[in-house]
């Protein structure tokens, strides 16, 4: 069975850079689509992009350049980077496979960006 | 606010049917895309409910259903139980906007 951790800072400082990982285990990351997804409090879901274990990805454009993702097969994880973070960025992120509906899901995790 | 459309909130006393509609329009759902469907407990990951329109994952009972027509889709909950409490949101593809969500629907077991 797969399942997914991520793991990354708590806290983040305005405009800073934010750096999560997704570790896969149960299964191999090889040959799927992998998303990054966030909740602010209180807020709906939003798709924050996808890549495929290949390295193609795709971002949500509402995030104007600020998204880098990328992947790791050797590890078997997928990491994103979000930049020129405001308090809007304040969420629960989480990763998940992409097929292209979204299971299983990680946890996930809190961050907040205060400073 | 989101590209798809659901109600904010639903309610319904044990064993009764509830729906939940996601209204989207001719750029995700109505362009034919699929829509799939999530159960959210505060706390815990997002658990999918319903993909492809129809299909349940093996373990989700089959009190939840899916469907699909033109530019909606609905998700419905028969013989309601106490742990059905939770949010709900959907899911599809926009041609102009990657993968979009629905707002997400508050269900409410009386």
């Known amino acids: 069975q797969v399942q997914l951790q991520e793991s990354g800072p708590g806290l983040v400082k305005p405009s800073e850079t934010l750096s999560l990982t997704c570790t896969v285990s149960?299964?191999?990351?090889?040959?799927?689509?992998w998303s990054w997804i966030r909740q602010p409090a209180g807020k709906g879901l939003e798709c924050i992009g996808r890549i495929y274990s290949g390295g193609i990805t795709k971002y949500n454009p509402s995030l104007k350049g600020r998204v880098t993702m990328s992947v790791d097969t050797s590890k078997n994880q997928f990491s994103l980077k979000l930049s020129s973070l405001t308090a809007a960025d304040t969420a629960v992120y989480y990763c998940?496979?992409?097929?292209?509906?979204?299971?299983?899901w990680g946890q996930g995790t809190l961050v907040t960006v205060s400073s | 606010q989101s590209v798809l459309t659901q109600p904010p909130s639903v309610s319904g006393a044990p064993g009764q049917r509830v729906t939940i509609s996601c209204t989207g329009s001719s750029s995700n759902i109505g362009a034919g895309y699929d829509v799939h469907w999530y159960q959210h407990l505060p706390g815990t990951a997002p658990k999918l409910l319903i993909y492809g329109n129809t299909n349940r994952p093996s373990g989700v009972p089959d009190r939840f259903s899916g469907s699909k027509s033109g530019t909606s889709a609905s998700l419905a909950i028969t013989g309601l139980q106490a742990e059905d409490e939770a949010d709900y949101y959907c899911?599809?593809?926009?041609?102009?906007?990657?993968?979009?969500f629905g707002g997400g629907t508050k269900l409410t077991v009386l």
């Open positions: 149960g299964g191999s990351i090889s040959g799927y689509y």
């Open positions: 998940a496979r992409s097929n292209p509906w979204f299971d299983p």
């Open positions: 899911q599809s593809y926009d041609s102009s906007l990657n993968w979009v």
